[in-house]
T-cell receptor
Framework: AQRVTQPEKLLSVFKGAPVELKCNYSYSGSPELFWYVQYSRQRLQLLLRHISRESIKGFTADLNKGETSFHLKKPFAQEEDSAMYYCALKYGNKLVFGAGTILRVKS | DAGITQSPRHKVTETGTPVTLRCHQTENHRYMYWYRQDPGHGLRLIHYSYGVKDTDKGEVSDGYSVSRSKTEDFLLTLESATSSQTSVYFC?????????????FGEGSWLTVV
């Protein structure tokens, strides 16, 4: 069965420090993975999708099929990055989500 | 915002009463979804629709029903609300672009069952 695991409920870093939000998945097919971000009480916004290999707001994520991971990285955290981050796996026309990681960037 | 509107945005209701949440989209998307968001669980799929009158269950469908009589509207009904259904409900659509199909979300509906 398809499953997404985000092992950290909360990640707290100082401004300017590197950030890595972990995501591991379990899926027997060819994975299609996404990162969504949710700022306080707002809608989920698409941040990244692995298929387009783009960098948004300084964030990048690389799909590692050997380790079944899709970790989200940013070299220098900013205070405005504080939010909830969800990793999601697409199967068919549906998404399954991880439990989410709260990122807090301290000044 | 992919043309998605949810209503109501906030509702408080009593246990045992019926509740209907509405999702309206303006861009003729075929696929529509209802998710619920709870701490520690992320988002979980309740029901989804792949066309008018075509719906299917997600992973947490018990206690919920849906209807889609028009392309633009996808209704989620709690027949008899329970406190465990207190949650934030998100509607979503699937949109095709150059990178494939991507799912976009509405602004959410906060439901409290007392």
């Amino acid at each position: 069965a398809q499953r997404v695991t985000q092992p950290e409920k909360l990640l707290s870093v100082f401004k300017g420090a590197p950030v890595e939000l972990k995501c591991n998945y379990s899926y027997s097919g060819s994975p299609e993975l996404f990162w969504y971000v949710q700022y306080s009480r707002q809608r989920l916004q698409l941040l990244l999708r692995h298929i387009s290999r783009e960098s948004i707001k300084g964030f990048t994520a690389d799909l590692n099929k050997g380790e079944t991971s899709f970790h989200l990285k940013k070299p220098f955290a900013q205070e405005e990055d504080s939010a909830m981050y969800y990793c999601a796996l697409k199967y068919g026309n549906k998404l399954v989500f991880g439990a989410g990681t709260i990122l807090r960037v301290k000044s | 915002d992919a043309g998605i509107t949810q209503s109501p945005r906030h509702k408080v209701t009593e246990t045992g009463t019926p509740v209907t949440l509405r999702c309206h989209q303006t861009e003729n998307h075929r696929y529509m979804y209802w998710y619920r968001q709870d701490p520690g669980h992320g988002l979980r799929l309740i029901h989804y629709s792949y066309g008018v009158k075509d719906t299917d269950k997600g992973e947490v469908s018990d206690g919920y029903s849906v209807s889609r009589s028009k392309t633009e509207d996808f209704l989620l009904t709690l027949e008899s609300a329970t406190s465990s259904q207190t949650s934030v409900y998100f509607c979503a659509i699937s949109q095709s672009d150059l990178s494939g199909n991507t799912i976009y979300f509405g602004e959410g509906s906060w439901l409290t069952v007392v």
